[in-house]
């Protein structure tokens, strides 16, 4: 039984997106209400509303007649976040360069040396959040609260998946970004620091083999052909 001080539809909610993380919600399959309701002791309603978000964010498809299914990412839909969240993220960088200061600078820092550090130890197992606190550091200064809440689900489609084995030369050049990113912030360089995130950190055609590899490893070395079914329409 799920018990804690979260809302009911909360709780459902992360227990799902857990599921989706494990690789027990297998993209393509198609969910069982009934067993769920079972397995966590609920009403399926609090069950619906959590797949109703869930479908919001577009990790699920409702279908009254054929069921709910837990949706294929897409190399298209992989570009278009990485094109959303790229323009949002680079307008509240803009928004609150001025105010990035001593301290969110060493925590900048802090967190990135972290990354490396679970690099070089081979223990991805807490990379996604440190990499996310590291965004949140500026994100976080922003009084723009839509912007940021429409950048979360964008993140969590992305990265809410059976964690593959991670690429080590891409996640230390998202480290030397990072770097990059804090040495343009203290020079007071806005314009290369946007160039920076636009054009390259969150930019999809300079990622682009990176992201191939990453989520789609059994077309690597398929040619066009495995391009094309990685573009594939979610199921």
Partial sequence: MLINSKSLREQVYDFLRRELQRGKLVPGSSIDLNAISRQLGISKTPLRDALIQLEAEGFVTISPRRGIFVNRL???????????????????????????????????????????????????QPYYELNIAFHDVFLELSDNTALRQFIAPLKRRLYDFPRRGYIPEWERRNCEEHARLIELVRAGDLPRALSLWKDAHWSYSFQEPYIRRFYFPADEGAGAKGARRARGTRT
């Fill in 74 to 124: 897409s190399l298209d839909e992989i570009r278009h976040y990485y094109e959303v969240i790229g323009a949002l993220e680079a307008a509240a960088l803009s928004s609150v360069f001025q105010a990035i200061g001593p301290a969110e600078l060493a925590e900048m820092r802090k967190l990135n040396f972290k990354l490396i550090d679970a690099i070089d130890r081979g223990d991805f």
